[in-house]
């Protein structure tokens, strides 16, 4: 990898690694509290929302990190062609 795709990499997957951890988090917590409080429709409801957000990120991410393996191969590739 190079140096710039490989900053890109370790700078991109910190930070959402970062909202990904915090969505965990609020999640984690919410769901005690409900469980707590004896979970109701429009609780569970908002619960499978932030699941679904929590989940396309991870699935962002995922693919973010395909593009750039997937760039660095083809340069190695082409380079390797090349010479």
């Keep these: 990898m190079t140096g710039c795709i490989r900053r890109y990499v370790a700078s991109f997957s910190s930070s ?3 909202r990904i951890e915090q969505l965990l988090e609020k999640a984690r917590a919410r769901l005690q509290h409900e469980a707590r409080r ?4 429009a609780a569970l409801i908002a619960l499978f929302d932030e ?3 929590l989940k396309r990120l991870v699935e962002h991410h995922h693919e973010r ?3 750039a393996l997937f760039a660095e191969v083809f340069k190695a ?4 062609s090349l010479a």
Aim: no cysteine; net charge negative.
């Design 51 to 53: 699941e679904r957000t």
């Design 77 to 80: 590739h082409t380079a390797r």
């Design 16 to 18: 959402i690694a970062a």
């Design 38 to 41: 004896g979970i109701t429709a």
């Design 65 to 67: 990190e395909e593009t």
